[in-house]
């Protein structure tokens, strides 16, 4: 199983410009996530999605929107770049957020600068 | 912010070694988990502490979680070359640390 991929692996941008960031899992899994990973902060949630047709904003939202496609795929977009949202993008599958005994798996992220 | 911490931001072990770090967090809890991440890659899963358990063991890993005062431990036994990683501990799969660099020195 292939598990959670992201697409693209690198992106640079100018500021302004706008992008999609990909994210299909293969696990079934009802929940969607979406971090971003900046040096010294760790990871913060900007959107997830607990189940098909849902989403919700996370800890930084600002700047972001989100889609969930269908049960598989989560994109999130970046409608009008900025510099400050040069940073490592994680893409992240549960099977249910919020229960006792859930568990996150991971993409291996996207690294986008914004020039 | 509602991210935890974690202690120390790095820490340096001879290999055999036991490491210890360190996990505080400012919200109730349903359950703490802790990731380990190599470098480039993304974060995989280690293991799951429920808020009704005080210790659980996996292998080489042990925690600790003390709800009285939010904090967590993770110590890894008997630490090889291949630990060598940085370590996140997360909140109800929302709120993750700001992570511990460890080095296994062979």
């Known amino acids: 199983n292939a598990g959670v991929t992201q697409t693209p692996k690198f992106q640079v941008l100018k500021t302004g410009q706008s992008m999609t960031l990909q994210c299909a899992q293969d696990?079934?899994?009802?929940?969607m996530y979406w971090y971003r990973q900046d040096p010294g902060m760790g990871l913060r949630l900007i959107y997830y999605?607990?189940?098909?047709?849902?989403?919700d904003k996370g800890e930084v939202p600002n700047g972001y929107n989100v889609s969930r496609l269908n049960k598989r795929e989560f994109s999130l977009r970046l409608e009008s770049a900025a510099p400050s949202q040069t940073s490592v993008y994680f893409c992240?599958?549960?099977?249910?957020?919020?229960?006792?005994?859930?568990?996150?798996?991971f993409g291996s992220g996207t690294q986008l600068s914004v020039l | 912010s509602q991210q935890g911490e974690e202690d120390p931001q790095a820490l340096s072990i001879q290999e055999g070694e036991n490491a210890t770090m360190n996990c505080s967090y400012k919200?109730?809890?349903?359950?703490l988990q802790w990731y380990r991440q190599n470098s480039g890659r993304g974060l995989v899963h280690l293991i799951l502490?429920?808020?009704?358990?005080r210790e659980k063991h996996s292998g080489r890993l042990r925690v600790t979680l003390d709800t009285s005062k939010k904090s967590s431990s993770l110590l890894i036994t008997a630490s090889r070359a291949a630990d060598t990683a940085s370590y996140f501990c997360?909140?109800?799969?929302?709120?993750f640390g700001t992570g511990t660099s460890l080095t296994v020195i062979p």
């Open positions: 999605s607990a189940s098909e047709g849902t989403t």
């Open positions: 502490i429920r808020s009704n358990e």
């Open positions: 696990m079934n899994h009802n929940s």
């Open positions: 919200t109730s809890i349903n359950n």
């Open positions: 992240a599958s549960s099977e249910d957020v919020g229960a006792a005994n859930e568990k996150l798996f």
């Open positions: 997360a909140t109800n799969q929302f709120y």
